[in-house]
């Protein structure tokens, strides 16, 4: 079956700092990868997904991310992280055949500290 | 456009209760989702629809019946409420094709309790 993993449940940066934050998924074909943002008391915002080409996708808010299929790797960046990107984090992974189903990863919560 | 909405945006029931919670979207997407979000989980796709009069099940779907008569209307029932569904709800839609295929769009939510 379909999985997503996010490593960590939480992580705390410093404004201005860069950001990584992981995602691994378990699927044979290649998946159509997504990261979403969610603040405080909000919905979920697409921030950037990945279906096939390049393999470094351009997003919102200045994030990138990296599909690296070796170690069904997506892992999200930003090379300057404002205060306002504090919120939560969820990777998605969607099958390409069968249907539109979408499977969400845990979240990792983000903390800016100033 | 209004985008997704979804009412109500709070709900509190007793045990053994049913109720509705609505959706609604005005972007003419024909793929529709319902999600439930507890801590530490993430989201879990309850139920989902690729088009009018066509739904299935996603993960957890136990305790929950969706129909989907129009396009644009994607009602989530509880059949029977119990504790173990307290949690927020998100409805979600796509587009089922071109180039922004999958990307959902969310509405606000549903805070629901069961007491």
């Known amino acids: 079956a379909q999985s997503v993993t996010q490593p960590d449940i939480h992580i705390t940066v410093s404004e201005g700092a860069s950001l990584e934050l992981r995602c691994n998924y378990s699927y044979g074909a290649t998946p159509y990868l997504f990261w979403y943002v969610q603040s405080p008391g909000q919905g979920l915002q697409l921030l950037l997904k990945?279906?096939?080409?390049?393999?470094l996708v351009q997003g919102i808010k200045g994030f990138e991310a990296e599909f690296k299929r070796s170690q069904s790797s997506f892992n999200l960046r930003k090379p300057s992280v404002h205060w306002s990107d504090a919120a939560e984090y969820f990777c998605a992974v969607n099958q390409e055949t069968g249907g539109f189903k979408t499977i969400f990863g845990a979240g990792t919560r983000l903390f800016v500290k100033a | 456009n209004a985008g997704v909405t979804q009412t109500p945006k709070f709900q509190v029931l007793k045990t053994g209760q049913s109720m509705t919670l609505q959706c609604a979207q005005d972007?003419?997407?024909?793929?529709m989702s319902w999600y439930r979000q507890d801590p530490g989980m993430g989201l879990r796709l309850i139920h989902y629809s690729v088009g009018a009069g066509i739904t299935d099940q996603g993960e957890v779907p136990n305790g929950y019946n969706v129909s989907r008569s129009t396009t644009e209307d994607f009602p989530l029932r509880l059949l029977s409420a119990a504790p173990s569904q307290t949690s927020v709800y998100f409805c979600?839609?796509?587009?089922?094709?071109?180039?922004?295929?999958?990307?959902?769009?969310f509405g606000p939510g549903t805070r629901l309790t069961v007491t």
């Open positions: 990945y279906f096939s080409g390049d393999t």
């Open positions: 979600a839609s796509s587009y089922s094709q071109g180039p922004s295929l999958y990307e959902q769009y």
């Open positions: 972007m003419n997407h024909e793929y």
